[in-house]
């Protein structure tokens, strides 16, 4: 098992919450998702050999950067310990995760706490969106663009009609299954909103235009939250199992992982995939990447998967680069109930970006926290159930950089 890398749970805080409103800022969200990860997995902070953070736009949305330095603050066990801060816009969290795994790996420590954080909620709508907009090259992307995201995935949206078609109806199927889902997750942004029909649909007054031809609903959240997992070695990973009063082999390990980044700029990943299956090839190679390692002969040797539903049509997008269906074929598996909670490879149990929320550097965390949950049985009311083994797919900037993992039992 040398080299292994196990996770043993962690936490994450409510992401209806607004930490503005309760007169905190982004260390509150910090603090209390490191307290509450202690709290549930019984691992102590003197214990903790290295820390690493996801976040994007810290210095932007609370003027605050050397994120690493605030752990000596949660506890002083913890000051002193290495701390880095990783950036990779909306999969700044799986970089960290991938930063710690690696330095297990390696043996340099045995135990690291991986947080993802990000406080979104303190700003105005327009000054949010220019803000997440430096994941885009600035100055050179979507210069007419009011809301630069929505803009740039309407595109990916009118890349996918132009080469295979695209029917909206599919896309509000994955927004109304992921808000759906969602009602199950007692820490969902949108647990207690009321979507129906109306908030679905084509009307202009209910379900605004937003940009190109997305709508409100095809959105993710705008969230405040932070997500934390504890990443152990071999040797780590049974001094707990013993702790614990279980087997080694019940706690869930990273079977296999991805990680690829194309260039910058949206036109150029177009230009360069117009001949291909995929229309971005370095997220059909990320998700290939970590099953192989895995040693899964395709996504179905999963029982499940968390996917980047930044937007609807970036989840249309993940389910045909998975392999859940052939290329531009995606709508097969949300007609016939494949995506669904009791389908055959259910899609964002926990809600996803749209349903759950999308703490910017916190999802990537939070993915990996989902996974552990579904194959350890802790998932409550969005479980999938007899799962062993769940992938997720991460994305930064437009599906600039993709990573994926297989977790598993």
């Known amino acids: 098992m040398a080299g292994e890398v196990f996770i043993l749970g962690g936490a994450q805080t409510d992401f209806a919450r607004n930490i503005d409103r309760e007169g905190g800022g982004i260390f509150d969200l910090f603090r209390d998702v490191c307290e509450e990860a202690f709290a549930a997995t019984g691992i102590e902070p003197k214990e903790v050999e290295t820390a690493h953070v996801g976040n994007f736009v810290g210095e932007l949305f609370a003027g605050q950067g050397q994120l690493g330095g605030f752990f000596g603050h949660v506890h002083p066990d913890l000051a002193g310990i290495p701390a880095s801060r990783h950036e990779a816009a909306c999969a700044s969290g799986s970089i960290a995760a991938l930063a710690a795994a690696a330095e297990i790996e390696a043996g340099r420590y045995g135990l690291a706490l991986v947080l993802g954080v990000e406080l979104m909620r303190n700003v105005p709508g327009q000054q949010a ?3 997440l907009g430096a994941a885009a090259w600035a100055g050179r992307e979507a210069q007419g ?3 630069l995201w929505p803009h740039m995935f309407a595109r990916v949206a009118e890349e996918y009609e132009e080469r295979y078609g695209l029917d909206r109806a599919h896309l509000r199927a994955i927004s109304a299954n992921n808000f ?3 009602k199950r997750n007692p820490l969902s942004q949108t647990r207690g909103w009321t979507i129906g029909e109306e908030q679905l649909g084509e009307d202009d007054a209910h379900n605004p235009l937003i940009e190109g031809s997305l709508r409100k609903s095809d959105c993710g959240q705008v969230t405040d939250g932070a997500a ?5 070695s071999a040797e780590v990973a049974e001094s707990v199992a013993q702790r614990r009063g279980v087997p080694l082999e019940s706690i869930p390990r ?5 990680h690829r980044t194309a260039p910058l700029l ?3 990943k177009i230009a360069s995939s117009k001949d291909q299956p995929f229309v971005f090839p370095n997220v059909n190679q990320a998700m290939m990447d970590a099953l192989r390692r895995a040693e899964m002969a395709d996504i179905y040797g999963c029982d499940g998967v968390e996917v980047h539903d930044c ?3 970036t989840e249309y997008m993940a389910i045909d680069h998975f392999g859940i269906t052939k290329a531009g074929e995606s709508w097969r598996a949300i007609e016939d109930g494949t995506i669904a909670l009791a389908g055959k490879l259910p899609v964002n149990p926990s809600g996803g970006l749209i349903g759950l929320g999308h703490p910017v550097g916190a999802t990537g965390v939070r993915m990996l926290l989902d996974s552990w949950r579904q194959v350890t049985g802790n998932a409550g009311d969005y479980q999938v159930e007899g799962a062993r083994n769940f992938a997720t797919f ?8 993709a990573v994926s993992f297989v977790v598993g039992v």
């Open 129 to 131: 969106a220019e803000y």
């Open 394 to 401: 991460n994305v930064g900037g437009s599906a600039t950089t």
């Open 311 to 313: 937007f609807s049509i």
């Open 254 to 258: 990273i079977k296999g992982w991805g």
């Open 145 to 147: 663009a009011r809301y």
């Open 266 to 268: 949206y036109d150029t």
């Open 228 to 232: 934390a997992i504890f990443l152990a």
């Open 180 to 182: 759906a889902n969602a």
